[in-house]
């Protein structure tokens, strides 16, 4: 099977996995920021109080491990039509709100744990299953797509909400992911693809991408298998890595649109610098897809994630220009665009297909756990001095370690997965 053959054969499944989970959470961290200045002025919040919100991400924690353990075991389908009939829910919780921080709170909430059924951790499934040579492109084109769609879903929603009101744009937000959740569904092959039958030596040795023949029966138990992962060394790399790159991730999903007005431009202007943003997401995750199939995984991973510590350093600085700040989130797009990918692409790429999205759950739950703690650090920042700046210094230095963990990681093609 040639590279642009594997795509041919499973269009079904990428196309699935697509518009699945790009209309679900990764969607969302784009459109959230519209709505916070919006919401902030009219019920009368403080920043402050605003950034807090990220601490509602920690309730998460207890649902990712529940959801990859069920997607593992039941498959895709059942979790993913789950959570697309509960996610539109929950956007009429956010049209209803009159002004209480604890209901737009426990609304915020209840999207992440029932959007989760619905994100990269179900639906990336279906590349692992599918795919084999072409992982990296694959998991690019399904992260590509809230990208593509916030480029056109931001600047009209900041539209609707000034020419009509923000109650309405939740609604057509919530429609939007019904729509394209039932799209995703009927698309998921109805046969899961079974591992081919092998023999292995006992030193069993896998390829560099993800083979699918290295999935193995269920046999091993909850706790065998949390065992395994958990005291792998490989686990504990990715884990802190991740933990500190992903410090950011309170600014994309509630805070962007409030640290750009900051540097002194309007809503509006700001709302128009998000899909440059955008755009760089989609560069980002092409060159990181193709450079993960062709190179060695650890400079690849470090090299894409190391990025946007230059981009947050200038968004601190002075350096209040349209110019400079379209520049620098451009360059932090360009991770972020990597990001999602490569947390899936490091779990097939070094533990084995049978565990895949229990692993892949239990690494989700450090980005929630370091968004609340980011959550934390940028409300302090306000508070004690009104702006971002402090945070963004603080954040540059630890991307920079962060990234450069991930050369700790096997560089040979030759390494045997966990699991």
């Known amino acids: 099977m040639t590279y642009l053959g ?8 990428l196309l699935a996995a697509s ?35 990220g601490l509602a991400t920690l309730t998460t924690l207890v649902v990712l491990p529940f959801a990859g353990r069920f997607t593992d075991s039941k498959g895709v389908r059942p979790v993913a039509l789950l959570g697309t009939l509960l996610v539109p829910l ?12 604890l209901w737009y709170a426990a609304v915020f909430t209840l999207v992440l744990a029932v959007g989760s059924l619905t994100s990269p951790l179900v639906y990336t499934r279906l590349i692992a299953e599918n795919f084999s040579r072409a992982t990296g492109l694959a998991l690019t084109v399904v992260n590509c797509v809230p990208a593509a769609l916030a480029i056109v879903l931001v600047p009209l929603l900041n539209w609707w909400i000034e020419v009509y009101d923000w109650r309405s744009a939740y609604l057509a937000l919530g429609a939007v992911s019904l729509l394209g959740g039932l799209a ?30 290295s999935a193995t029966p269920q046999t091993a138990t909850a706790r065998q298998d949390y065992k395994a992962i958990f005291s792998s060394r490989l686990f504990w790399i990715v884990f802190l890595g991740m933990f500190l ?32 943003y955008a755009f760089g997401t989609i560069v980002g995750r092409i060159g990181c897809g193709l450079a993960l199939d062709r190179f060695a995984t650890p400079p690849v991973t470090t090299i894409s994630l190391i990025l946007p510590a230059v981009g947050f350093f ?10 400079v700040i379209g520049i620098a989130m451009f360059i932090v797009g360009l991770s972020i665009g ?60 630890a991307v920079i370690v962060g990234s450069l963990l991930f050369l700790l990681l096997p560089w040979s093609s030759e390494h045997e997965k966990v699991g």
């Open 184 to 213: 995703a569904i009927s698309l998921i092959p109805r046969k899961r693809p079974q591992p081919e039958p092998t023999q292995v030596a006992a030193t069993e040795v896998v390829s560099a991408t993800p083979q699918i023949a």
């Open 90 to 101: 929950c956007f009429l919780g956010y049209a209803a709100q009159n002004g209480s921080f």
């Open 19 to 53: 518009l699945g989970s790009g209309t679900s959470i990764p969607l969302f961290a784009y459109t959230n920021s519209v709505f916070a200045p919006h919401l902030v002025e009219e019920f009368g919040w403080s920043r402050a109080q605003f950034a807090l919100i």
């Open 6 to 13: 594997e795509f041919r054969r499973n269009l079904r499944p």
């Open 245 to 276: 790159c992903l410090l950011q991730m309170p600014l994309h999903s509630t805070q962007m649109n409030l640290m750009l007005v900051d540097n002194g431009i309007s809503t509006q202007a700001a709302a128009n610098i998000v899909p440059l």
């Open 314 to 323: 200038l968004l601190g600085t002075d350096l209040d220009s349209l110019l």
């Open 338 to 397: 990597a990001e999602s990918d490569l947390i899936s692409y490091l779990v097939a790429r070094y533990f084995k297909l049978r565990i895949y999205a229990t692993t892949l759950g239990l690494l989700y739950c450090v980005s929630f756990l370091a968004s609340a703690l980011g959550a934390l650090g940028i409300s302090w920042t306000l508070a004690a001095s009104g702006s971002f700046s402090p945070y963004l210094f603080f954040l540059s230095g």
